[in-house]
């Protein structure tokens, strides 16, 4: 893979110019995947109940988008763009079944919770977005940063939205009990922690209508802290 | 096993594709500013969505499964291709949105006019591939009750989407707040309108009816016929 980085490498221009730096930090903010190009919020937000669960299917996504920007760029001169949306398809394809088999063979506990999201990568928007506005017209070393950007855009919105629900939901994150248990034991009949005090989790974080709630409040905190991206209608 | 009208009716209300699985949410929240191209993508949907989950059904219990293949002969009776599953779902949606578009170009040039520009779109969309894994995972018994559940997925899909169309066209001469406008409060009514939604996963369907008769009626009748119930539930 190196080989083929270097090769693609403009003469002269370092391999992190500022413009490369651009393509990776640009889509965690202001051009983020999910908020603002809204793209790829199909499989995003149904997966996001457990932390861990939103890590496992962002580094998916970051694989491949990596991945199938690096292909693609690499043959976007041989690719005849009548059936080039096929052409993308399957290459994107072949990739989420390697992620999808690799999950089965060493996590499958969450590829079992995962179930046909693992599969719905392929129609992921911000995959197929990226292919054709990014990586149809760019070297595979530029693409192959636009698409870590991308993935890693997507990937942070994932977990940020699974912190919210998992805190708020389950009163845990990654697994382990933050605020204590809520099953009751000997002398303390509520449970400990924070439910000694009488607090209860909010089971509606854990239900779907909540992700979609969230993802709006973190629109609206990032559009105010930024006011060139407000729409005017 | 549920009836095929009961999984017809769940896969509108209770298992919404938008507001159970935010499936298609890309081309939910990118057409849905007036109602007229809502009602064409909707229609596009169903249409699509009626034709692929069959053709996959038989993908895959004629090919795919494992065991599938028994009809060659036996010695293919051993052969899993599940892992082929994603290329050829994915392919066969991409070349029936591809047919469908040519034959609708040719036979019915007033319904290209309506749905032309929509179907290219939909190859990508979420909710077609998704009704073909989940009628994959879910094993439907019969190709009548794939069929429903993609129909009634795709209607549900269509009132989803025309829905959200028509509060966002009075939306928009509403105060709301200017960091929200446009995609912030879509966002909040979609989660808003699930809320609505979830109060249909109180709907029980048939089984589920009749269990709750039995238990009703249970205290009331004999003893002897208690038994009798036990001995149905048993069998």
């Known amino acids: 893979m190196s080989e083929v980085e270097k090769k693609s490498k403009a003469p002269g221009e370092p391999l992190f110019s500022k413009k490369n730096k651009k393509l990776i930090t640009d889509p965690l903010t202001d051009s983020n995947p999910v908020t603002i190009q809204v793209l790829g919020i199909c499989s995003a937000l149904a997966i996001t109940v457990q932390v861990s669960q939103g890590i496992v299917m962002g580094l998916s996504v970051v694989f491949v988008t990596i991945m199938g920007n690096l292909v693609i760029s690499a043959l976007r001169n041989m690719i005849p763009s009548k059936i080039r949306i096929i052409v993308q398809l399957v290459v994107v394809a072949a990739l989420v079944i390697i992620v999808d088999q690799v999950l089965a063979a060493f996590l499958p506990d969450l590829s079992s919770k995962l179930s046909v999201f693992v599969g719905l990568i392929i129609t992921n928007c ?108 | 096993m549920e009836s095929t009208l009961d999984i017809f009716v769940k896969s509108i209300f209770s298992e919404n594709m938008i507001f159970a699985y935010f499936l298609g949410m890309c081309s939910y929240l990118a057409v849905s500013k007036t109602v007229k191209t809502a009602v064409g993508l909707g229609a596009a949907v169903i249409f699509v969505l009626t034709v692929t989950v069959p053709v996959n059904y038989l993908l895959e219990n004629y090919i795919l499964k494992a065991g599938a293949l028994d009809w060659l002969g036996p010695e293919y009776a051993e052969m899993d291709l599940s892992f082929l599953s994603f290329i050829m779902f994915i392919a066969v949606v ?142």
């Open chain 1, 126 to 233: 911000i995959i197929m977005g990226r292919l054709e506005a990014f990586a149809m017209a760019n070297k595979p070393w530029p693409s192959v940063l636009d698409g870590l950007g991308n993935g890693l855009g997507y990937a942070g919105l994932l977990v940020l939205v699974a912190i919210f629900r998992e805190l708020f939901g389950s009163g845990s994150l990654m697994g382990y009990p933050l605020l204590g248990s809520p099953i009751p034991i000997d002398g303390h009949p509520l449970g400990t922690g924070l439910y000694a005090l009488g607090y209860m989790n909010n089971n509606m974080f854990v239900l779907p209508p909540m992700a979609l709630i969230i993802v709006g409040v973190i629109i609206w905190v990032q559009r105010s802290r930024n006011k060139s991206l407000q729409e005017t209608h």
């Open chain 2, 94 to 235: 991409a070349s029936i949105v591809q047919l469908v578009e040519m034959l609708v170009e040719k036979f019915a040039p007033s319904l290209y006019g309506a749905l032309g520009i929509f179907l290219p779109l939909i190859a990508v969309n979420c909710s077609i591939l998704g009704g073909a894994l989940f009628m994959q995972e879910r094993q439907y018994s019969t190709i009548l009750d794939a069929t429903s559940f993609a129909f009634g997925s795709g209607i549900g899909w269509f009132i989803a989407i025309v829905a959200i169309a028509a509060i966002r066209e009075k939306v928009r001469y509403s105060h709301v707040p200017a960091p929200l406008k446009g995609l912030g409060i879509t966002f909040i009514i979609t989660g808003l309108m699930g809320m609505g939604f979830m109060s249909f996963m109180g709907i029980k369907y048939g089984k589920e009816v009749k269990k709750a008769d039995k238990v009703a009626t249970a205290p009331t009748s004999k003893p002897t016929i208690q038994i009798t119930h036990i001995n149905k539930d048993q069998k």
